[in-house]
């Protein structure tokens, strides 16, 4: 199976600051890759796939990026409803798999 | 809209047996690949496996975590998903999930299995 490393596991942050989550894969999986975001009590949201496309509705200050086999999602400007925890998945190949999350707060 | 509603969560004993249901609606539900996925309490979410499209026969693949114990069907005239779980085990109590499309654009609220004696 392709493992995700996600990083930081948890980070907090102040409104309006630049937030950098990153998934690293432990092959190359090419542009597969998704962003959610899920909410306490709440089914995951599609952010980012296909590593940079902007999912329908999503606000732009949210980005995805990769560099070789590492991935990020850059928020611009936080905002305080961008609390949750954030997931990458690799849909390159089954079974596919998703990071471990990174739990972001805002000071 | 997109309305995806899993029911058929409960509490079952170990080595049960459990049916979940996803019923779609609002897009066409032939169109589209199908998933189940996970979520224990307090973890990331796991994928189990995937049923596809009429254009790609209604094939199946499964997560070999679930493979043989599992099975991923369909009822295409009433847009239903479904999801056998056979051989409950403690570890897989967790919130299930259904998921349309390759990149899981839309997901339903989940229902909850508890394997517990």
């Known amino acids: 199976d392709i493992q995700m490393t996600q990083s930081p596991a948890s980070l907090s942050a102040s409104p309006e600051e630049i937030v950098t989550i990153t998934c690293q894969a432990s092959?190359?999986?090419?542009?597969?890759l998704a962003w959610y975001q899920q909410k306490p009590g709440k089914s995951p949201q599609l952010l980012i796939y296909?590593?940079?496309s902007l999912a329908d509705g999503i606000p732009s200050r949210f980005s995805g990026s990769r560099s070789g086999t590492q991935y990020s999602l850059k928020i611009s400007r936080l905002q305080v409803e961008d609390t949750g925890i954030y997931y990458c998945?690799?849909?390159?190949?089954?079974?596919?798999?998703f990071g471990g999350g990174t739990k972001l707060e805002l000071k | 809209e997109v309305k995806l509603l899993e029911s058929g969560g409960g509490l079952v004993q170990p080595g049960g047996s459990l049916r979940l249901s996803c019923a779609a609606s609002?897009?066409?539900?032939?169109?589209?690949?199908m998933s189940w996925i996970r979520q224990p309490p307090g973890k990331a979410p796991e994928w189990l496996g995937v049923?596809?499209?009429?254009?790609?026969?209604?094939?199946?693949e499964y997560n070999p975590s679930v493979k043989g114990r599992f099975t991923i069907s369909r009822d295409n005239t009433q847009n239903i998903l479904y999801l056998q779980m056979n051989t409950l085990r403690a570890e897989d109590t967790a919130i299930y999930y259904c998921?349309?499309?390759?990149?899981?654009?839309?997901w339903g609220q989940g229902t909850l299995v508890t394997v517990s004696s």
């Open positions: 998921a349309t499309g390759n990149w899981f654009a839309y």
């Open positions: 092959q190359d999986i090419g542009n597969w």
């Open positions: 998945l690799q849909r390159y190949s089954n079974p596919r798999t």
């Open positions: 609002g897009f066409t539900f032939t169109d589209f690949y």
């Open positions: 296909s590593a940079t």
């Open positions: 049923i596809r499209n009429k254009a790609n026969g209604y094939t199946t």
